[in-house]
T-cell receptor, first 114, second 113 residues
Framework: QKEVEQDPGPLSVPEGAIVSLNCTYSNSAFQYFMWYRQYSRKGPELLMYTYSSGNKEDGRFTAQVDKSSKYISLFIRDSQPSDSATYLCAMRSLVDTNAGKSTFGDGTTLTVKP | GAGVSQSPSNKVTEKGKDVELRCDPISGHTALYWYRQSLGQGLEFLIYFQGNSAPDKSGLPSDRFSAERTGGSVSTLTIQRTQQEDSAVYLC???????????FGAGSRLTVL
């Protein structure tokens, strides 16, 4: 079983919908949680970064971490066609000070239809 | 440069051939990473360079894979005697020392026939 599980989708929603993307994990040492967005034929770009539990909001995006359930979510409000991309969750522990050695989910492909 | 530059963007090769993939990181970024992304898969860490320290090669899948970084800047990932299972997108990322944010290149798409 993978340390980080992410539903690959694909997920298709109409423009304006609220999107919920989720990852579960098994390693209780994970403390840093990231969401990356990857457009087709491009490299991932960091969207949200949270430490430990709680919520973080940035514009239409909200990241939630529930460490008790080992479950993280990314919500996208008022989704736009430009949000169509693959979303990757990533996480690492305090011991892994190397940001590049995060454990990544396999990504969820999202399509927002006009 | 303005971003992380990778070349070639696409490479088709025959099984058994050697390939070299190049990464030009953001100027001043001391950390450089290579990842492999197979179809529908997440990012698989391959190797990490930090300044003048010995590289962390713990993610390299076999001794056919090697990488070097010259002058603390440009890096080359070499795959010898390529196999069909090496087909993937190879991504490079760089970051300033100690930073949590990685900047990725667009990747090199390798197809081994």
């Amino acid at each position: 079983q993978k340390e980080v599980e992410q539903d690959p989708g694909p997920l298709s929603v109409p423009e304006g919908a609220i999107v919920s993307l989720n990852c579960t994990y098994s390693n209780s040492a994970f403390q840093y949680f990231m969401w990356y967005r990857q457009y087709s034929r491009k490299g991932p770009e960091l969207l949200m970064y949270t430490y430990s539990s709680g919520n973080k909001e940035d514009g239409r995006f909200t990241a939630q971490v529930d460490k008790s359930s080992k479950y993280i979510s990314l919500f996208i409000r008022d989704s736009q066609p430009s949000d169509s991309a693959t979303y990757l969750c990533a996480m690492r522990s305090l011991v892994d000070t190397n940001a590049g050695k995060s454990t990544f989910g396999d990504g969820t492909t999202l399509t927002v239809k006009p | 440069g303005a971003g992380v530059s990778q070349s070639p963007s696409n490479k088709v090769t025959e099984k058994g051939k050697d390939v070299e993939l190049r990464c030009d990181p953001i100027s001043g970024h001391t950390a450089l990473y290579w990842y492999r992304q197979s179809l529908g898969q997440g990012l698989e860490f391959l190797i990490y360079f930090q300044g003048n320290s010995a590289p962390d090669k713990s993610g390299l899948p076999s001794d056919r894979f090697s990488a070097e970084r010259t002058g603390g800047s440009v890096s080359t990932l070499t795959i010898q005697r390529t196999q069909q299972e090496d087909s993937a997108v190879y991504l490079c990322a760089s970051s300033p020392s100690g930073a949590n944010v990685l900047t990725f290149g667009a990747g090199s798409r390798l197809t081994v026939l």
